[in-house]
């Protein structure tokens, strides 16, 4: 749970970077810039707002929320405002450019963190996974189309997109992908290593090693599984 929280609240503050370093921000995030700038609301409470909005969509896919769907929603907005508050501006490229370096591999690293606890989706990505389950398409066109339409909807009200935009975009899912090998938690790293879920391998770890290290990893585990149960 600590491991939730942390990464939510830095995944919102890695947000309110990219927003004090004026240089673009992710799809969703050029949304609620171009609402705020509308509304006269700050950027975290319209996140908290859309993220509100996005659970309510989850009704008719029949997507269930688990606790960290509903702590993203109120977490990430009010790090988000808070980082914002305390963040001053930076003026020249040569303080904009790593500040957005930093927030987007802080980004990174909260992404790894929050999912890893395994505490349900975002609301946002709940949304990706339920219309990926009830269209059938593939989990890339599904999100795709969710990005370009929030990205275009963004712009035309206003929202920042630029360098950091791109950047975010190549840089967040190898990002991802580093830090949810970091942060996994202990039975997920034995999985990746070939050893069962809360057991060690006294005497069969030669025979795990060497499934894991060719390409029939499952085969051996099991074969190596059923050595250890006789």
Do not use: K
Not at 3 to 14: F, P, T
Not at 114 to 143: C, E
Not at 149 to 169: I, K, N, W
Not at 203 to 221: F, H, K, L, P
């Amino acid at each position: 749970m600590t491991q939730l929280y942390v990464g939510l609240l830095l995944y919102g503050a890695s947000i309110g970077l990219m927003v004090r370093s004026g240089l673009g921000l992710p799809p969703w995030d050029v949304l609620h810039q171009g609402v705020a700038r509308h509304t006269g609301l700050s950027i975290g409470t319209v996140s908290i707002c859309a993220g509100a909005a996005v659970l309510l969509l989850w009704v008719p896919i029949r997507q269930r929320p688990g606790l960290g769907t509903v702590s993203n929603v109120v977490l990430v907005g009010l790090s988000m405002d808070a980082t914002v508050w305390l963040a001053p501006e930076p003026r020249s490229l040569a303080v904009r450019i790593p500040v957005l370096t930093v927030a987007v591999v802080l980004n990174g690293a909260a992404t790894g963190l929050y999912i890893a606890a395994r505490f349900g989706p975002g609301p946002r990505d709940g949304l990706m996974t339920g219309l990926h389950r009830v269209t059938g398409r593939s989990v890339r066109l599904v999100r795709t189309g969710i990005e370009a339409a929030v990205l275009l909807s963004g712009l035309l009200l206003g929202g920042t997109a630029g360098a950091g935009t791109v950047v975010y975009a190549l840089g967040i899912g190898p990002l991802a992908q580093l830090f949810l090998r970091v942060f996994a938690l202990p039975d997920e790293r034995a999985r990746a290593a070939g050893v069962p879920p809360g057991g060690s391998d006294p005497g069969g770890s030669r025979v795990v090693a060497r499934g894991t290290a060719d390409g029939g990893r499952r085969r051996a585990w099991w074969r190596g599984g059923a050595i250890l149960r006789r």
